[in-house]
């Protein structure tokens, strides 16, 4: 994914964000650059990043840079680090037994319509079991593939143990599969 396409999603986002009168924005970000991007990109939204759980890729390890963290919040926006809604107690019996669990089996099933889907999902459900968004207003959710920002979506969050609420009313943005 090259910085152009980055630069489209985040275009379209905000047409359509200008068009529907949302002014809430997740992104999905793990070293922060995307997430700070963002931030910097919607000034006068309210854009929350949602990083990657401390511990995520190894011990006490946070992948957000110190850097990025400032930039995010010097552009007004607000950072979440929690576990995540597809993986955390499931990749434990997953790892530890070797057998998937009911959060694992979503994520997969919402990679069909690509990783940034998943993603993009995933962010909105923690951000509400969080208290950042509500689960009674719409927001545009941005995730990626790996790096970067890929997809767009427009949906109504719900909180995890009401997954099944959460609405996908528009796609804005996804790549070709």
């Not at 090259?2 to 949302?22: F, M």
């Not at 390890?61 to 990025?68: H, K, M, P, S, Y």
């Not at 969080?130 to 969050?157: F, Y």
Request: proline share 2%; net charge neutral.
């Amino acid at each position: 994914m090259s910085e152009d396409d980055v630069e489209r999603v985040l275009v379209q986002t905000k047409k359509r964000a200008e068009e529907l009168g949302l002014k809430t924005v997740l992104v999905a970000s793990s070293s922060g650059r995307t997430g700070a991007k963002v931030a910097e990109f919607f000034r006068g939204y309210r854009v929350v990043v949602v990083t990657h759980s401390t511990g995520f890729t190894g011990p006490d390890a946070q992948e957000l840079t110190a850097d990025n963290r400032e930039r995010i919040l010097k552009a007004g926006g607000q950072i979440l680090t929690t576990t995540h809604a597809f993986g955390g107690l499931g990749r434990s019996v997953r790892r530890k037994l070797g057998s998937f669990q009911t959060d694992e089996i979503v994520a997969n099933a919402l990679r069909i319509f690509g990783q940034g889907t998943k993603v993009a999902v995933e962010i909105v459900l923690m951000a509400a079991d969080s208290g950042l968004v509500s689960v009674n207003e719409d927001v545009i959710s941005i995730g990626g593939t790996g790096r970067g920002a890929d997809t767009a979506l427009v949906l109504k969050p719900a909180n995890v143990q009401d997954f099944f609420d959460v609405k996908v009313h528009e796609i804005i943005c996804k790549p070709g599969l």
